[in-house]
Nanobody, 117 residues
Framework: QVQLVESGGGFVQPGGSLRLSCTSS????????MNWYRQAPGKGRELVAT???????NYSDPVRGRFTISRDDAENSVSLQMNNLKPEDTAVYFC???????????WGQGTQVTVSS
């Protein structure tokens, strides 16, 4: 089963930064749109950021201006730089890959991000 591997989560104080990374050796990233989702305790999974196969990006309103998604297809990786973190950013963050027409969808196991003073 194809799986994405996330890293970079952790504990940070409000206003701090974290960088999440996601990689896989099981498929070729450049043919996929890549996404970061998050799920806070007691809430549903929400889309945070997207970078398409053509490097077009989009962000949810709560993170726009603070988070930056990027990809390195040569390294088969995608990253999420998170700055000015807030307690409401606390969640498990999941990496997601979607092929054209969503024929193939892959998920990572998630990485915990906790923002607290």
């Amino acid at each position: 089963q194809v799986q994405l591997v996330e890293s970079g989560g952790g504990f940070v104080q409000p206003g701090g930064s974290l960088r999440l990374s996601c990689t896989s050796s099981q498929f070729t990233f450049r043919y996929y749109d890549m996404n970061w989702y998050r799920q806070a305790p007691g809430k549903g999974r929400e889309l945070v950021a997207t970078i398409t196969r053509f490097d077009s990006t989009n962000y949810s309103d709560p993170v726009r201006g603070r988070f930056t998604i990027s990809r390195d297809d040569a390294e088969n990786s995608v990253s999420l730089q998170m700055n000015n973190l807030k307690p409401e950013d606390t969640a498990v963050y999941f990496c997601n890959a979607q092929s054209v027409n969503k024929k193939y969808i892959y998920w990572g196991q998630g990485t915990q991000v906790t923002v607290s003073s």
